[in-house]
């Protein structure tokens, strides 16, 4: 670039720049500048600066204002044309506040503004609590808040007063707790009771007030006047003596303490209770103490002191004896050695159940026992060793139950002519195994009593005269004389016709003749056994009514009579004959009235029999299933069984084992059933049988069927009819081995 080309580049700038100079209406060569001020809410300078026309100011950093937002200026400053103030903008700050219930549920939101105060909502306590105010405070609100209702479970006031109004105590206690009562107040003449309300669980405000009850002055004295004890007792209260009761003893004579000398009952005054003793008794008893005694599984309560001779008081660890016998066990049942005993409250005794059970001693004193309103002497003297026993004061006019009384004692006479027994029920097994050669009865009232069973069964009493026994109301007469060793027995007035059961009743008796004509028995059902054993040689039972009879097993059984007329007999509902004529001596029974359509066992009816001839043709055995052993050793040589239905029978085993009949026709047998012929025909001497009819297909056994039998099948008219029987016997030999 040559010179002139750049003088005229320099004057084309300078004209320019004068040209800006000119338009910008300035004197001054530098463009214009312009101020801007920001102020905040009070007016405070934030910040000033000069900006040049058209461009923008920059703000200061954004305010801070306690409660407020910053939201801005008030102008514009981004084209700066003049000067300019600026204003900093805010919005007041506002919170949720959010009240919940005591469940925690949401009931009320509300926007607050800073500072200000939320409002909230109503709330009710819930049931046994009262509402105390909110979990924090919400008047000056400066945040977010969640606001729960505070309450505590309510609180009463308990005041307890004594019985002129004078408080004895107050408190606050929290609902359903338990107020704690003072110290228990005093009162002259008066004993403390209670409170006339109860406080243990407390739910209201409460005014609690002392009782009281009137007391009064009770003396317990000896039986001369010795004071014993003073106490005070609450009108309308039995007293109680808690002391040792007094007792008088010396070198010849005891008393112990009986009763008081009036009944004790609720007070109403000032009363004294004076001793009354008991009689005097030898100073060799000695009274029995609660420590003598002891309570067993049961609740039994046991004798286990030491003396022999004892007075047992009338209670005995604060329980009134009225028993000596327990659900298992007796009085004395540890202490066998016993011999003498008084009760002191003999008068509540209703049972002497088994007293002296079981007592080892020889000698025993009975005077002192007061029988008199005692119901129960069952088993009393049962194993008693006594061999003497003084009943001469019993007083038994209450007794209803003597079973077992004498049941074994070893006493060798027993003399009961002062017992009043008109009201007993029971006298079963009361003299059984006595040893008793004389036994005194004839005070002797039966009328109420309803078993006999058992009475004098193995009793040694040489002659029973019971001629004037009223046994119009016994039911029971089982076993009533078995194995009695009695030589004589009289039951001339005996009435029967309320009597079931006669099973046993005369089995192994020794008396040789008995008078049967007044004996009813219509409602007899059980006389099995009835005469087993018995040493009677004719028995007359014309006079019997079998009707109802179930059970003749054995009934003559061992019998030594040798003549029967049974002939009256109804056998119509006897279900069971077995060994009813078992070695019975009788040599000829007619039995043609028999309806045997319901027995349906036959066992051993006839073994050992000695009659010469059977004819049981009437014989309905359609029910029978066993007839094994029916005719062993029978000395029958003729049998009729043509009627015989066995077509139920099981067992004939043995049936004639070693029969005498000669000839049995056995053409009407139905073996299709029978299970077993074990011996069936075994020992037969002569016997002449047609088995061919004969079904052997149930017979499990039939061991030793024809051993040792001389048999003869049949009657063999022809040597053709021998041959086919022989066979025939050798099948039942081949089926028996």
Known sequence: ??????????????????LLISCSGDNNLLAKKHSVIFYDYDKTILKEEKVEKSQSATPPANPIREGYDFIGWDKEFDNITSKLEVNALYEIRSYLVVFKDYEGTVVKEEIVEHFKSATPPDIPPQEDYDFIGWDREFDNVTSDLEISPRQEIKSYRVVFKDYDGKVL??????RYQAATAPTNPTREGYQFSGWNQKFNNITSNLEISALYKKTYKVTWTDDDGTILAEECVVEGVKPKYKGVLPSIRNAEIVQAFKKWNQEIIPITKDTVYKAVMTEALPAKYEIASDQDFITNYFGDIIYVGDAEFVIIPEYIKETKLISTQGKSSHLFEQRPNIKGVYFVGSKNIIEMSKLFKNNESEDLELQYLDTSNVKEMVSMFEHSQATTLDLSLFDTSNVTNMEAMFAFSQATALDLSSFDTRNVKDMTSMFENSQATTIDLSSFKTSKVESMGWMFSRSKAETLDLSFFDTSNVTNMFMMFSESKAKSINLSSFKTNKVENMGLMFADTQITTLDLSNFETSNVKDMAAMFASSQITRLDLSSFDTSNVIDMNGMFAYSQA????????N???????????TYSQVTTL?????????????FEMFSYSEAISLDLSSFDTGNVTNMSHMFTYSKATEIDLSSFNTSKVINMSGMFYNSKATTLDLSSFDTSKVKEMDS????CEAIVLDLSSFDMTSVESMESFLVNANVQLGYARTEADKDILNEQLDVFILKES
């Open 1 to 18: 670039m040559n010179k002139k080309t750049r003088f005229i580049s320099l004057i084309m700038v300078l004209l320019f720049s004068f």
């Open 169 to 174: 105590k107050e408190e606050t206690i929290k």
């Open 562 to 569: 040798t003549t029967l007329d049974l002939s009256s007999f």
């Open 571 to 581: 056998t119509s509902k006897v279900t069971n004959m077995a060994y009813m004529f």
């Open 590 to 602: 007619d039995l043609s009235n028999f309806e045997t359509s319901n027995v349906m066992d036959m």
């Open 680 to 683: 069936m025909f075994a020992n």
